[in-house]
């Protein structure tokens, strides 16, 4: 899976929008303004994501790709893994990833917040 493929897939999540907010690393964010939050965080080689709300449940990927699956630095403890987009994690697990990153992530806004289009 290459990285803009997942891009793609990311933005076209209701409400989804890009975002540079640090020099060469961009991010897709869901929501607007002061309630906006990140829920992929894109690499040219790897993808962080939110992969549970707690480090136990973000660690399953941990044991089942030890090569490939990563606990992302300083958000680590709060459930975000890194991915390798070259690792042997494959395709379709990159994008519900991706799809559960999300969920996680908006599941979590106030209600007014959340995106017109959302399911939860």
């Known amino acids: 899976m290459d990285a803009d493929a ?9 409400g989804a929008w ?3 907010p640090w020099e060469d ?7 607007e303004g ?4 990140i829920f992929v965080f894109l690499g040219d080689e790897s993808i ?9 449940v973000a660690d ?11 606990v992302m630095p300083y958000l680590g403890r709060s459930g975000w893994n890194s991915l390798s987009l070259a690792g042997d ?8 990833a991706v799809d559960e990153s999300y969920r996680l992530v908006v599941s ?5 917040h959340r995106p017109l289009g959302w399911e939860g």
């Not at 690393?25 to 929501?31: E, I, T, Y």
């Not at 002061?34 to 939050?37: F, P, S, V």
């Not at 399953?60 to 990563?70: K, M, Q």
């Open 6 to 14: 997942l891009r793609e897939h990311a933005l076209a999540k209701p």
């Open 18 to 20: 890009l975002d540079t």
């Open 25 to 31: 690393s961009p991010v897709v964010k869901v929501a």
């Open 34 to 37: 002061g309630h906006a939050r």
């Open 48 to 56: 962080g994501v939110k992969a549970g709300f707690d480090r136990e």
């Open 60 to 70: 399953e990927w941990l044991a089942r790709y030890p090569d490939s699956a990563r």
């Open 89 to 96: 994690v494959p395709d379709d697990e990159l994008l519900d």
């Open 108 to 112: 979590r806004l106030p209600r007014v």
